[in-house]
């Protein structure tokens, strides 16, 4: 399913530290997700659901609504 219908929903995640990332790359490696899928799970779905790629601030990693606090 997170190749179609919840392709905009799953979130990648990890057991880091137990599981280095250089594992758990190779890991995701191995499975049949598309191309196109690939950098939702692994990021946009994440940035998305966090709020992270809108509004004033995304670009430099600055909180929204915190200018003059």
């Known amino acids: 399913y997170a190749n179609t219908l ?3 929903k799953v979130l ?3 057991d ?8 758990w790359l190779a890991d995701f490696d191995k499975l049949e997700i598309k191309p196109e899928v690939r ?3 692994l ?3 994440a ?3 966090l709020g992270l790629g809108t509004g004033e601030g995304a670009q430099d990693g600055s909180a929204e609504g915190t200018a003059g606090t």
Do not use: H, Q
């Open 39 to 41: 950098p939702k799970i």
């Open 43 to 45: 990021k946009d779905n």
């Open 47 to 49: 940035v998305r659901l």
């Open 6 to 8: 919840l392709k905009d």
């Open 12 to 14: 990648f995640g990890s």
């Open 16 to 23: 880091y530290p137990v599981i280095t990332p250089d594992r």
